[in-house]
């Protein structure tokens, strides 16, 4: 027997960051973004033209249905895209999910009655599960641990990116007959008013369509080597414009080398050992790793991973439709009885409340891309997570209190309230999904992990504006103008419970490619046909490949 005893050539240290799929990620993601805030700039008008509300609180009523109605849906399919997602592989659903989104649009555009306008977006939430799909495909593309903090907060960057492009489309391009006369007086666009800003976008996501047929990559462990002949046009694509080697059709000999190094590094490479003292013999067939059954894959820290969403985002969701209601409140003219009982806002125009959201987004950006990777790589995904849900009851504690401030701190209050608010989302958000990610039993079932997880937060969005809505108009009713705050302080409390019962997991060997005892490099037994079959020869990976290919 022959043994190699060169220094090991494969090591998770040396996996290379994905760019280029986390960029083709990105332009598939922010699609939606762009899509999903467009219409809020404009949704109060859209109903109101509907003709059926008597009172601007019945408008505010429908508004609500119509941004409900896109949670509920996506609640009650988010389980079933995840599922199909770990059956048929992530890119097949993505991109049914942005051509539901392009179809959910261009229907909007047509609405001329709620109805019409409920089953649009109802319909939307119901062909797009790709919020779970999403975190599923960017997990499975990370294969390195260290690599988590910088990828996971790409993908809430373009979500900010989006609602900021999303929501200056809403604005500039609704009624554009009443807008821009002299262009669009007397064509389509006067009888459907709402309609070009959803063309525009269905544009963008048309785009964003094309562009991840041809160019993101399968990331499922079963289905990434199977043909893609969307990818292999975009590669062909890429020579005729780059004309470079990089994009040149693989070769047989390429794509021997491709497939060993592929079968080398796959998770589904299996050991077996008939006794402790024989040497492990590695099988290279595909599959013989089998997948967990689906009640086996909550487990319990899975169970506390989804709960913590459902909570996380009944309160975030609830804080989004508080501050602005806060900020737009006229100033109270009695005087407080403290502590609690006061009323009162900001009594901000409504060009002072779009600036300072739109600070908001610039703000949530950097936090996102600079603050959250600095402090994850510090703390680690478990405790990043404990300190933002330990002191967000704060922060709905003290809200409602600025209102009593004199009016020359009440922009600096409101601006602390903000760098508060979005670095507590850009922390929490990311280090739950890693969480989740590494927690998972096997990669197979993440799919229908994070679409329960997105399932779960979605159900919680409906509800959550919902409920608090209700009691900010009781507290009104009461003078107490804090209420609805101090309830949704109480529900951040209660994540304390499953917070303090979960665990930060390493990743499984499922993730990373390899077990942790072979981390010092990759030893594979092959047979040389040339010689007895007793003689074994004990090679790096490397050195596996180059002895495939000398047999060609």
Known sequence: MVRNSRAPALSRDMTPFPTRQLAVLAMCRICEPIAF??????AYYM?????????????SVYVGMVTSAFAFAECASGVF????????????VLLGGLFGTGLSMLLFGFATSLPMALIARALGGLLNGNIGVLQTTVAELVTVEKHQPRAYSIMPFVWCLGTIIGSSLGGLLAQPAHSYPSVFENTIFETYPYLLPNLVCTGIVVFGLSFGVLFLEETHEDKRDDRDRGREVGQWLLGKLWRREDYAPLTDKDEALEETTSMLTSPTLCSSRSSFSDPPQFSLEKGCQSSPKVRAAFTKQVCLNIVGYGILAFHTISLEQLLPILMSHEESKQKPELPFKFEGGFNFSTQTIGSILAVQGALQMVAQLVVFPWISKRLGSLRTFWLTIALYPFLYLIAPYLALLPRRFRIPGIVLLLVWKVTAQSLSYPSLNILLANSAPSKRVLGTLNGTAASSASVCRGFGPTISGAVATLGDNMGVSGLAWWTIAGVAMIAWIPGSFMKEERRRPGFQGIDEDEETGLSVALVDTGSDADSVITLTSDETAEAVLSKQ
């Open 81 to 92: 895209w995840g599922r199909l997602s770990d059956r048929i592989g992530r890119k097949k």
């Open 37 to 42: 805030m467009s219409i809020f700039p404009y």
């Open 47 to 59: 109903v109101k033209s509907f003709g059926i509300a008597q009172t601007e609180a019945q408008i």
